[in-house]
């Protein structure tokens, strides 16, 4: 027996053991630990598509373009650029003194590389949209045309000549998103896909790759080469994957966290009460809505009613459902959108009371009422938000119009998939985030051949509103045309806005240098630690 | 005994096979791809996406690469982490969740053992109904709501513990393999009082009484052996279970284990992750289902001839 009790005691010792040695988390200042979210998919920028990869990878490299703290426009990779009249071309002029993690120039050849290889088919990246407005880069991702006639040229070392197929007002800010960002040429031939991972990725921002422990953490160390080094205040970074919001709340009230990716509902009123000036919430380029499926006669034929179903929901109510400062959504694109004035129902100004009324005798004139109960159903992925709001959304139906609406609660994957079918659906839910800041990233997705277009809205109206808006180089009329197809959009109602995104973060008393802004942008070469008080 | 082994071994392989079948059929049944999102890709990257990852050949062409791959111990890429592949992945998460996994089977067998054993001697007892209710409560309330409730009270309130498994540290082991072995404690202290209870009523228990053995000695020479053999056939699959991980424990503590990969795998519809995980999961059950068996020769002298 003897022999036994010594056996366990080694295993147990052996098995407690640790490996790696205790971190310090709260108090260093060199140190920041931030909550991510999910996990990157991964962080070759060609490979990925999340917002979470862009958190990390807008750390580890840099676009010709960035934001500051605020959102505003910055000069990175490139110090300046210009635009030609048509505003079809654009020569960007990189900075002489931009290094890679290995020292070696950024070089507009670099640039024009990475472009080349974001389009290449055999890429097969997941986000090209980014350079969609490049000439050829369509044909050329489609399979039809070389990469080498993408619209992307070295003038010289650090001259970068990109041409676009027709003037794109937004285009400059695209060029802040991680797909754009440059990859190291010598470290792709030389690793391939295996080119951004821990030891092998070369990155040109203001980090670089230390270590990736997959469902744990990214750890991402000061680039020693960044051209704004001296500028750089944090020497290491820890980025980790925490896909429960309660987790990392929790995490976070630990000490063990700075910064928070997000806030959790059934929180958020508790932290605004307890630690009120570490709560962060700032407009988001996002909005909740739901669609319908235009395909389905009951719906695609019937006008009234989906204005009818719209007009019924009481938008004051859930934005005080989810409680964290959501503003209500009585159109498609959201405040804070550059470059436009938010469009907005006829009726968003009406009384609760006028509305409901108005909303009944539409119901009435498409034909349902007491005699004839409408009856539809609602998918919403699963989460205990979608579901509170869409037995809100049930009632206010029930007890406005009479509607007997069903709910069905599918995983996300499965709501995606029978959107697409079109085939068993009625109403869905679904959010639309912005990819840049810009009211064409939430129109387009209602053009009749977006991709991305889930109702199956088709408006030869709309469609060629954004056609002529995507024409205009003036940006005064793009503007007018853009609002314009908006509100013919809205008064079609393919859909239902329900409220605008906030961005809410736990910020730490102690972090310095965060800014809020629309796009959610907060690069951790902007922050640093307050000296103590 | 070594050729018995080596037949149930070989009798393994088409289960695992079939097991395999079975999970391929049932991951690309499921409605949605690994690629879907909301943002819907474009026609022409899909095609692009779908043929850099083979999913445009048919099923059954895609089964047999993935057999092939197999056959070479290539458990393929991962879809969704995409700059890793599966061996890479389960071979990151594996240990740690075996060590985890280790330390709460032998903290719930320890204290699993002893409960039941001190309950079954002290049969209707008020400690036996203590240990007994305290059992029935161990299993009744789920991981999932012990294990958050932990992190509230030892790490933010008394901040006696760290949060999370990131932050480092001996110490941070404590509660996940605490919250894994609760149940494991219930189950197994459930299960050796009633057989102990069982065996202490046998007649070769009285016949040493008779001789006048203290009960200490009865338990400790006579008793536990056959009194674990019902807890032995538990433990099989119970240890395989443990070793892959828990997805709650995992993602409470953030702890990069297996588990969570087996969750968030089908959920993001990783096929092969997926598939590599029900791979593993069905060798060790297996592997430990052998194991039982043999060690069921070890401690009943009855078993060893057949």
Known sequence: MSRLHALLLALILALTACGDGARQVADDVSLLHRGTGEEPESLDVHKSRSTEAGHVQRDLGEGLVGYTPDGELRAAAAERWTISADGTEYVFFLRPEARWSTGEPVTADDFVYSLRRLVNPETAAFYVQSVGEILNANEIIGGEMEVESLGAEAVDSHQLKISLRRAVPYFISLMSHPSTFPVHRGSVEKFGDAHARPGNLVSNGAYQLVEWAVGSHIEIRRNEYYWDNANTAIDRVFHYVTPEPIVELNRYRAGELHVTRTIPPESFKQMKAERPDEVRVSPALGVYYYGFNMTNPAFGDNPKLREALSMAIDRDFLVDLVGRGEAPAYSWVPYGTANYDPQTYSWARLSKDDRERKARQLYEEAGYGSRRTFRPEIRYNTSETHRQIAVAVQSMWRSVLGVEARLINEEFQVLLQNIQQRESIDIFRLNWDGDYNDAHTFLSTLESDNPSNMTGYQSAEFDSLMQRAGAQIDPDLRKAFLEEAENRMLRDHPLIPMYFYVNKHMVSSRVTGWGDNVLNYHYSQHLSFAADE | ?306
């Open chain 2, 1 to 306: 005994m070594l050729r018995y082994a080596y037949l149930r071994i070989l009798g393994a392989i088409p289960t695992l096979l079939l097991v395999i079948a079975i999970a391929f059929l049932m991951v690309h049944a499921a409605p949605g791809g690994p690629f879907d999102a909301a943002r819907v890709l474009p026609p022409a990257i899909e095609k692009n996406v779908q043929a850099a990852y083979h999913l445009d050949d048919s099923l059954p062409q895609q089964f047999l690469g993935y057999l092939q791959g197999l056959a070479h111990g290539d458990f393929g890429p991962s879809y969704r982490y995409r700059d890793y592949t599966v061996a890479e992945l389960i071979g990151g998460a594996l240990p740690l969740s075996m060590r985890l996994g280790a330390l709460a089977m032998l903290l719930a067998i320890a204290a699993g053992v002893s409960a039941g054993v001190i309950a079954a001697l002290r049969k209707n007892t008020l400690l036996d109904r203590l240990v007994s209710g305290v059992a029935m409560i161990g299993i009744s309330i789920p991981i999932f709501v012990v294990a958050p409730l932990m992190v509230l009270v030892f790490a933010v309130f008394l901040d006696w513990l760290p949060a999370s498994w990131a932050s480092g540290g001996a110490s941070r082991l404590l509660m996940p393999v605490v919250a894994l072995a609760l149940p494991q404690i219930a189950y197994i202290a459930r299960l050796t009082r009633a057989s102990m209870i069982n065996v202490m009523s046998s007649d070769f228990v009285r016949t040493a009484r008779a001789q006048g053995l203290s009960t200490a000695s009865i338990v400790r020479y006579h008793a536990i052996k056959p009194a674990m053999l019902p807890l032995l056939s538990y433990m099989g699959p119970a240890i395989a279970g443990i070793l892959t991980g828990s997805v709650v424990v995992e993602e409470v503590f953030g702890i990069p284990g297996v588990g969570q990969f087996f969750i968030r795998g089908a959920l993001n519809r990783d096929y092969t992750l997926v598939l590599g995980i029900t791979i593993l999961y069905a060798a060790l059950v297996i592997l430990l289902n052998l194991a039982v068996d043999l060690l069921y020769g070890v401690l009943d002298p009855r078993m060893r001839d057949r």
